[in-house]
């Protein structure tokens, strides 16, 4: 008897530990791992309906966002081997530099203060033509990728000559960018005809198709530095390989003029003749585009690139960047330059100056507002790069692309309203963690994956040989 009460008694015992365990499980079910989780910040997510969570997380699993919410609730549900605490700092999508020649940081300051027509011809050409080569654009390459990371860019566009190598800096250091082969209707320091031309560009779509952070490009420069001829075949192996194609469009009265009196069309209208335009064209700057260009730039689907700091120190004229925006094109932010046109790679500062530019363009301070200079910098820029799949916002399902802005200096406080707060008041230097596809590439404003001091260290010697090959003192 004494036995067999014992015996039920175990049971008993049993069966109710094993029912507490299942109903605790039930209630507290496993958290999902992840790889990184950035919690704590105010997450301004971009998303469609311009979500805010002011104690918000965002959880990354390989390269990809997974979750995005408030922290108690991620919290909750995920656990991840990394952690970045964003307390009391801004958790924003990457920013996207639409439009830069990122090599060309060596010529940074080489001649300012010239009309574009003279810097390019009297000194940019000669100059590129003594000093390009695989090991400038290898360099040029790590100083701009350090000197963009700092400034909260996690994707560019670019258009320079030795594509390859850009590629393979921008790959080293896993920055997410879409990297255009220049094509130039003069002999490139790269490919010095036109048969080398094509067969290098192609084999660096080949080599670059699928790539998670390179997508390699075609990028003709321009109406006025390319024939018909040449322009049509850019299109052509970019059609062929489903690449992107960018190009310099309207970007000067010159070519505007110079387009009426050729072609009797402006430079949309020309390109359109052509059968360029379609929904893979990034167009730069796009700015002598009437109401009709911009309704072909609409109904193409081209993304549009606005340059303001570029626009400003080349007295080009300013992009029409209210009026494409009504007309639905998709309209993003570039720094264009580092040399000539601006002469930095700084995102947040074009931000700032895209909706003051505006403002005192149309003499109405109402032109354009700080929520949109961020959504150029982010969701829209996405869009004009024809990646909104991918990037632009933090939403799960989206690249790990985000960066975290620290809102402890004297210019970061108070803050009454977050855009307001970025593309106003907020620097670069306030930047202090980037992750792109979900590997930090600064953290606590450490790079991570450029050496920045060597870098540095040979944009000085850089500097004494081009003055030295322009035979400048
Ligand atoms: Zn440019």
């Known amino acids: 008897m004494m036995r067999r009460s014992h015996g039920y008694g175990f049971v008993w015992?049993?069966?109710?530990?094993?029912?507490?365990?299942l109903c605790d499980a039930q209630m507290k079910p496993a958290k999902s791992p992840a790889d990184l989780i950035v919690t704590g910040g105010i997450v301004v997510a971009m998303d469609g309906a311009r979500t805010i969570y002011h104690d918000g997380a965002v959880v990354v699993k390989g390269d990809t966002i997974v979750a995005v919410g408030p922290r108690s609730e991620i919290e909750a549900k995920h656990a991840a081997s990394d952690t970045i605490d964003a307390r009391g700092k801004l958790i924003l999508p990457g920013l996207?530099?639409?439009?830069?020649?990122?090599?060309?940081?060596?010529?940074?300051?080489?001649?300012?203060?010239?009309?574009?027509?003279?810097?390019?011809?009297?000194?940019?050409?000669?100059?590129?033509?003594?000093n390009v080569n695989e090991d400038f654009v290898r360099w040029g390459t790590r100083l701009a990728l350090a000197e963009q990371v700092r400034s909260g860019v996690t994707t560019f566009a670019d258009m320079y000559?030795?594509?390859?190598?850009?590629?393979?800096?921008?790959?080293?250091?896993?920055?997410?960018?879409?990297?255009?082969?220049t094509w130039i209707d003069f002999p490139a320091p790269d490919n010095k005809s036109e048969a080398a031309r094509a067969a290098y560009t192609e084999q660096f779509l080949k080599k670059w198709s699928g790539d998670p952070l390179i997508h390699a490009a075609v990028a003709p420069h321009s109406i006025y530095t390319c024939s018909a001829k040449t322009l049509n075949d850019a299109a052509a192996l970019t059609r062929k390989y489903h690449a992107p194609l960018l190009i310099h469009v309207a970007e000067m009265k010159k070519e505007l003029d110079d387009s009426l009196k050729q072609n009797r069309l402006t430079p949309v209208e020309y390109l359109d003749k052509l059968g360029i335009l379609g929904p893979d064209v990034v167009a730069a700057h796009c700015i002598f585009v009437d109401d009709k260009d911009r309704q072909i730039l609409a109904q193409r689907q081209v993304g549009c690139v606005h340059n303001p700091s570029s626009n400003m120190m080349l007295a080009s004229g300013v992009s029409p960047v209210r009026e494409m925006r009504a007309a639905g094109v998709a309209v993003g932010l570039g720094t264009d330059g580092p040399a000539g046109s601006n002469n930095d790679l700084d995102l947040m500062e074009e931000m700032d100056l895209v909706a003051k530019l505006a403002k005192i363009t149309e003499m109405n301070p109402l032109a354009l507002n700080a929520k949109a200079a961020v959504e150029m910098a982010t969701i829209d820029g996405a869009r004009a790069?024809?990646?909104?799949?991918?990037?632009?916002?933090l939403e799960p399902g989206k690249?790990?692309?985000?960066?975290?802005?620290?809102?402890?200096?004297?210019?970061?406080?108070p803050m009454y309203d977050v855009y307001a707060q970025v593309a106003y008041a907020l620097k670069a230097s306030d930047v202090d963690t980037v992750v792109i596809g979900g590997r930090p590439l600064m953290r606590d404003h450490k790079l991570l994956t450029v050496d920045e001091a060597a870098a540095v260290a040979k944009a000085r010697e850089y500097q004494k040989t081009i003055t030295d090959s322009l035979g400048l003192q």
Not at 13 to 21: D, I, K, S
Not at 385 to 393: E, F, P, T
Not at 399 to 413: G, S, T
């Open 13 to 21: 015992l049993f069966l109710t530990t094993l029912c507490a365990l």
């Open 399 to 413: 690249k790990a692309d985000l960066i975290v802005i620290a809102l402890d200096r004297p210019n970061a406080v």
């Open 161 to 181: 000559y030795y594509e390859d190598a850009v590629a393979q800096e921008t790959k080293a250091a896993g920055m997410r960018a879409v990297l255009g082969e």
């Open 96 to 130: 996207i530099n639409g439009h830069t020649h990122v090599p060309m940081t060596l010529f940074r300051g080489l001649h300012d203060d010239v009309t574009l027509d003279d810097w390019l011809r009297k000194y940019i050409f000669p100059a590129e033509a003594r």
């Open 385 to 393: 790069m024809h990646m909104d799949k991918d990037i632009g916002s």
